[in-house]
């Protein structure tokens, strides 16, 4: 588009948005205002018809009054005289005040009279249709003592405006002798001359009318939401306004509409569109002046400059100039683009010196140097180190750059597939480095350290990225060594029951370093003493503190030492143990770190400590076993008792001795086992679990050990408290549970979600007509189904781990002939498989190749004729297994490799036998037969 079309558009659009904003100021202002303004017209019409309402009902009320203080009413009500009707409520009287209803009741709420006029001005001695059914006008009837009062009644026939009063007299402090009761019927007729007299187009409504127009009931939604007043507008023709009246209950009882002209805004309407009208004649007017004068004087200018810059553009010749001539702003302007020429050849110039030190630079390093380019989505520069790394031509990414994700090996995928996305989608927006596994041609795997840079352009933004890619494959390999030397080293020191560990050489030699076997030892973990300088020395016996530090300082001083000690467990037991460190210095000699085994040397202790009592009285003996321990006569008479006893069962030993039975410390189910515990007891101790009963009546689990003493008929009992042990073994016992039903509960789900997804292929498929599409929906629901009965079966099994193949197979085919309409006595399927049983990993993938081999030959091997299909799966040796399956079909062409096929199930299989880690073969001989095996 030229600057002459340009400058016409601008003037075009210039003009369009003035006569816009005039016209939505008008809009706004003029409008706007008159909407708001027949608005609050018609709300006071509003008002105007419900004052007029009230006022009707006041003289009503008036009028009412009026009738029920007369004497000859108060002597109507005692003696009905047929001369007060004739007198007073003759149809002269109804027609001049506008009345169509008159009641009297006495106090028993009997009626005395009753006459009403019909639609048709009909006189009639019955109450109208529905109005019984007010529970508050039949209060008003019985309730003489009430004033008078009125309101509408929503009658089904007509709406009804009453007024009540009680019927008193001339002297007001005489008996009521009963009520009178007058109506107006809210018909045409009223709503006529209620026009008339107003002013108002007006119309009524019964509230909850179904048959009520549209408008009305779109009304009484409004109401219905709180809101007293609806407008609407009927175009520009006229505007309503809708309200409702209460009945004598304070229900919506009457819609009324007001309906009133929009001549003004009509008229509005035309003023702005002739105004409009005159500012776009205007605006052409002055739109072609100004373009004529600017044709003159710009834009022929304009148009000789813009054609020597293409000229000059289409050479791409930097050193042209532009010709000057005149001493106006063109001429200036000239004069600087050729001036942005000069600075253009010059960078021009560095640029392509630039370029060349660039290439010499990336295509001489081992590094890959890489450019991508985001708006054009491609590779625009890999050096030569491409080849080299990955072993592919550049050429392939140029072309392609989606094969970026074909080089990546799959032990790592992801980490590639993920920074390539972010390429991608302009979403690296600083710098990245990452490292992946790639593949080359050879199926040798290289290790990739990428750095990606973003290159962003004058504004900001991302449109290039630039990384280099380097070779790290021996620095994994290194990694990996070390990693495995590691854990070697770690599994020889856990093994070891030596803790080895190491020290800070400067106070208070602080734990640098200590082995994961010290958990078993002490109760400890290794933490704990890395994290606190102080946590060893804290839990050293106290009376061996001193002589530990004192050993501490012959180490410094000899390099070498070794000292023994108690140390306080988690449980808090002491153990003892052996200490041997080492100093270990560095090149110059200096000492830099401790070194040191431990060693729990607490059985060698407890020997040394046995043979030192072994002098000592059996009774020493007896009170340092560790255990709750007592000695008792064939009575079960306690003699003699230790320590542990005391804590164990919470009395004290003077009390126990003082004539104590351990029958009291057993719990009558148990002393029957007990008592034939000292009968069966003669030279070999005798243990068994047992209940114990404490002082506060709390029940221990404990082992009892039961042996007689030789050469005695005293018997020494010792019971260990397991307790803690019952109870968090009872607690091992409901978390295995727990864990089991919450393996099954999985195994569940994933089956119900299988299948849902099943059904949501089945349900897709039947809005496919193309029989294609529908085969392909059905062949992925079959695969959906062969994961689906694994998991049911898993669900079902008491192994949660493996599942049976021989009902596997079983299962499997006989949905499989069914989903393909193959009956039994078309197709014959036999089965030889074994006693075979596999975990979840190797089940899916089996699963999923019988599925594609079964329907491969369902679908091509017969056509329409009878076959038989046979698969055989047998363990051949520990570990090996062997998968066949043939069928005496048609066979498979023989110019189809099953290795290159791109069929979508024969790749499956291809996939799945290689995730077995197995190997597939294929024999087409008097059909076809496909044999896997795997480990």
């Not at 506060?696 to 042996?707: D, F, M, N, P, S």
């Amino acid at each position: 588009m030229n600057l002459r079309k340009k400058t016409l558009l601008m003037i075009g659009a210039t003009l369009l948005a003035l006569v816009l904003i005039l016209y939505a100021t008008s809009q706004i202002i003029l409008v706007t205002g008159l909407t708001n303004l027949e608005e609050d017209n018609i709300k006071q019409d509003a008002a105007r018809f419900e004052e007029a309402i009230l006022i009707e009902e006041q003289n009503l009320n008036a009028f009412t009054r009026e009738m029920a203080s007369s004497d000859e009413t108060y002597n109507f009500m005692l003696n009905q005289n047929q001369q007060f009707i004739d007198h007073n409520l003759d149809d002269n009287l109804f027609s001049a005040m506008g009345i169509d209803l008159v009641l009297f009741f006495d106090n028993q709420g009997h009626i005395i009279y009753v006459k009403r006029l019909d639609q048709e001005n009909q006189a009639l001695s019955t109450l109208p249709e529905g109005m019984g059914d007010y529970n508050s006008l039949k209060s008003l009837f019985f309730n003489n003592s009430t004033p008078s009062s009125g309101g509408i009644l929503n009658l089904p026939n007509t709406p009804l405006l009453i007024s009540i009063s009680p019927v008193t007299g001339s002297n007001t402090n005489s008996t009521v002798r009963g009520t009178v009761l007058m109506g107006r019927n809210l018909n045409k007729h009223f709503i006529s001359s209620f026009s008339n007299f107003t002013q108002l187009q007006l119309e009524l409504s019964p509230y909850n009318l179904p048959e009520a127009g549209r408008d009305f009931q779109d009304a009484q939604a409004a109401f219905n939401r709180n809101e007293n007043i609806f407008i609407t507008y009927n175009g520009s023709e006229s505007i309503s306004a809708y309200g409702f009246l209460n009945d004598i209950e304070n229900n919506p009882a009457i819609i009324f509409k007001i309906t009133d002209s929009r001549l003004y805004y009509a008229k509005t309407l035309n003023s702005i569109y002739y105004f409009m009208a005159m500012i776009i004649i205007a605006g052409f007017i002055m739109g072609f002046s100004i373009l004529i004068y600017l044709d003159k004087s710009v834009l022929s200018s304009l148009s000789q400059l813009g054609a020597n810059i293409k000229f000059i553009g289409e050479k791409k010749d930097f050193s042209a100039r532009f010709p000057v001539s005149g001493d106006d702003e063109f001429s200036l302007l000239t004069r600087s683009l050729n001036k942005m020429m000069e600075k253009l050849e010059n960078s021009h110039r560095t640029l392509q010196k630039s370029e060349t030190k660039f290439r010499q630079l990336a295509e001489n390093i081992d590094e890959v140097f890489g450019i991508y380019d985001l708006k054009k989505k491609r590779f625009i520069y890999l050096s030569p180190a491409f080849k080299d790394i990955w072993g592919r031509d550049p050429q392939e990414l140029y072309d392609d750059p989606r094969k970026w994700k074909d080089y990546l090996d799959g032990r790592d995928k992801v980490k590639g597939i993920d920074v390539f996305s972010k390429i991608k989608n302009n979403n690296l927006n600083e710098e990245e480095k990452i490292q992946f596994p790639i593949k080359r041609p050879d199926n040798s795997i290289r290790w990739i350290e990428a750095r990606l840079s973003p290159v962003k352009d004058h504004s900001g933004n991302v449109n290039r990225v630039v990384g280099i890619a380097t070779d790290i494959t021996r620095d994994k390999e290194a990694e990996y060594q070390l990693k495995s030397t590691k854990k070697r080293l770690d599994f020889l020191i856990s093994a070891t029951p030596a803790i080895i560990y190491t020290l800070s050489i400067h106070p208070p030699h602080k734990t640098t370093f200590i082995s994961n076997n010290v958990k078993k030892q002490t109760g400890y973990s290794p933490d704990d003493f890395l994290k606190d300088s102080y946590f060893w020395m804290d839990r050293i016996h106290p009376d061996d503190v001193s002589h530990a530090l004192a050993d501490l300082g012959t180490l410094l001083q000899k390099g070498q030492h070794y000292y023994e000690y108690r140390f306080q467990r988690r449980d808090g037991k002491f153990i003892w143990m052996r200490d041997e460190a080492n100093v270990i210095m560095d090149d110059k000699g200096q000492p830099v770190e401790i070194a040191g085994y431990w060693i729990n040397i607490t059985k060698r202790k407890e020997a040394e400590e046995a043979q030192k009592e072994s002098e000592r009285t059996y009774k020493t003996i007896f009170e340092n076993t560790g255990t709750a321990t007592v000695i008792m006569d064939k009575k079960m008479d306690i003699m003699l008792l230790n320590t542990e006893f005391e804590k164990l069962s919470g009395y004290s030993r003077e009390e126990i001795q003082a004539g104590m039975n351990m029958r009291e410390f057993t719990l009558p189910g148990d002393l029957e086992n007990y008592y034939n515990l000292l009968i069966q007891v003669k030279n070999t101790p005798y243990s068994h679990e047992s209940s114990f009963k404490t002082r506060e009546g709390k029940i221990k689990e404990v082992i009892v050990t039961l042996a007689l003493i030789p050469g005695t008929e005293l018997y020494v009992s010792s019971f260990l408290d397991i307790t803690d042990h019952k109870m968090a073994d009872n607690k091992l016992k409901a978390s295995l549970k727990e864990k089991e039903v919450l393996l099954q509960e999985l195994h569940h789900r994933v089956k119900n979600n299988l299948q849902v997804i099943s059904s949501l292929l089945s349900l897709q498929s039947r809005y496919l007509t193309d029989k294609k599409s529908q085969e392909l929906f059905n062949e992925s629901q079959n695969r959906v189904r062969s994961m689906t009965l694994i998991h049911e079966m898993l669900y079902k099994s008491p192994d949660l781990s493996q599942v049976g193949f021989k009902q596997y197979i079983k299962e499997l085919s006989s949905v499989l002939l069914s989903s393909y309409g193959a009956s039994k006595n078309q197709i014959s399927f036999k089965m030889e498989v074994g006693d075979i049983y596999l975990d979840i990993n190797k089940a899916i993938p089996c699963g999923l190749i019988l599925n594609e081999l079964i329907t491969n030959s369902l679908k091509h091997a017969f056509g329409s004729g009878p076959g038989e299909i046979k698969v055989s799966f047998q363990k051949k040796e520990p570990g090996t297994y062997v998968l066949e399956v043939e069928d005496n079909g048609v066979g498979i062409p023989e110019d189809i490799d099953i290795n290159k096929s791109k069929s979508l199930g024969l790749r499956l299989v291809r996939t799945l036998t290689q995730q077995l880690g197995g190997s597939l073969s294929l024999e087409k001989v008097q059909g076809t037969k496909f044999k896997i095996i795997f480990k």
